[in-house]
């Protein structure tokens, strides 16, 4: 059994960065695949980006490519989430999650563990 929890949500201002974190417990993510979903208000949780814990690769929704870095410290098993030059689109409720690393991590159904979500707003 995984536990996950959020922390770094906030209220920014547009351009703004903000780093959020996920701190797992009850067993390392060393075979696992993490990954960071959202859900704006009136909106379906989607996707936003995963990291497959072995081999550090990477993948990301199109809408945050080259502004968000999803990385992960083995030290702490923690997954992270850096997000630059945020825009108002970008608010909504920010979920770590984790999974099979041999799924490729876009999908919700792909996520047995979920953390409780940090919320981010991002005001013009």
């Known amino acids: 059994q995984v536990q996950l929890v959020e922390s770094g949500g906030g209220l920014v201002q547009a351009g703004a960065s903000l780093r959020l974190s996920c701190a797992a417990s009850g067993r390392t993510l060393t075979n696992d695949r993490a990954g960071w979903f959202r859900q704006a208000p009136g909106k379906e949780r989607e996707f936003v980006a995963t990291?497959?814990?072995?081999?550090?690769?990477?993948d990301y929704a199109d809408s945050v490519k080259g502004r968000f870095t999803i990385s992960r410290d083995n030290a702490k098993n923690t997954v992270y989430l850096q997000m630059i030059s945020l825009k108002p689109e970008d608010t909504g409720v920010y979920y770590c999650?984790?999974?099979?690393?041999?799924?490729?991590?876009?999908?919700?159904?792909?996520?047995?563990?979920w953390g409780q979500g940090t919320q981010v707003t991002v005001s013009s």
């Open positions: 990291i497959q814990w072995s081999t550090g690769n990477r």
């Open positions: 999650a984790a999974g099979h690393q041999n799924h490729v991590g876009v999908r919700e159904s792909e996520y047995a563990y």
